[in-house]
């Protein structure tokens, strides 16, 4: 069993051991009175950007403060090819577990969309709301898989700049199973060494012929997965997990 990773605010690289670190707040109750860490165990804390350094407890005071002996501060490389994913907003609490295996996965980047066949809306407060749930359950997800560097959740995005993003992108594929639309297989695309490549996960109610078009015209092609049809809240991962082996990424 690999340590536990826990987030803490800045982590910046010294090349040498930093010695005493405490951890307090959320965190360090959540080491001390949750998981019951005590001195001789191993944790490895993160800022979730990349930044990392293991560190071995050495005492645990009150219910939430864990003194930590922590090694030099470590980077990890960002991934190449990055793979972002364009999730459109599911229905109820779907939005927090595609975030949530997406992110156990290995995605980098997710992005949610206002499609227009969504049932579900973003809107002001609830829309923040919902947002900050997002990036909520990609953190917790990221600390269970024991990543360092935790996908970026973005605000939510418009058709139109969708259609831009994938314009930008080295690959971009719309996840579409319709086999009369000449959809193709995504196991056998053809996929850049770098670059970023995007998938887009269209709602329940699949992606309209507008949306495609748009999305066609900016370089994006259709694919499938294989002959079942996956929920929106699966898609992403099983398509991310596609990527990650093809790439060399799970190697």
């Avoid at 997406?102 to 947002?131: F, H, N, Y």
């Avoid at 991962?237 to 596609?242: P, R, W």
Wanted: proline share 6%; hydrophobic share 40%.
């Amino acid at each position: 069993m690999t340590a536990p990773v826990f987030v803490v605010d800045t982590l910046e690289p010294t090349g040498a051991p930093r010695g005493p670190y405490v951890l307090d707040g959320p965190e360090g109750r959540h080491a001390v009175s949750v998981k019951r860490l005590r001195p001789g165990e191993e944790v490895v804390l993160t800022d979730g950007l990349g930044h990392w350094a293991e560190g071995v407890v050495t005492a645990a005071e009150g219910k939430d403060r864990l003194v930590v002996d922590l090694g030099a501060v470590a980077e990890e490389p960002a991934p190449r090819p990055t793979i972002t994913v364009v999730q459109a907003l599911p229905k109820g609490d779907r939005g927090e577990l595609a975030v949530e295996t997406m992110t156990e996965t290995g995605v980098d980047r997710i992005v949610p969309w206002a499609a227009s066949r969504c049932i579900t809306q973003w809107k002001g407060e609830r829309g923040a709301k919902a947002l900050g749930k997002w990036r909520a359950t990609a953190r917790e997800a990221g600390k269970q898989s024991r990543r360092v560097r935790f996908p970026e959740v973005t605000e939510a995005a418009t058709t139109k700049q969708v259609a831009g993003l994938l314009a930008e992108a080295a690959f971009a594929a719309v996840l579409h199973e319709d086999r009369d639309y000449g959809s193709r297989p995504l196991a056998t695309a053809e996929l850049p060494a770098d670059g970023d490549l995007v998938l887009v996960v269209g709602p329940e109610g699949g992606v309209s012929p507008e949306e495609l078009a748009l999305f066609e015209a900016a370089g994006a092609s259709a694919y499938r997965l294989g002959r079942s049809v996956l929920r929106t809240s699966t898609a992403g991962t099983a398509a991310t997990a596609l990527l990650l082996g093809r790439t060399g990424r799970w190697s």
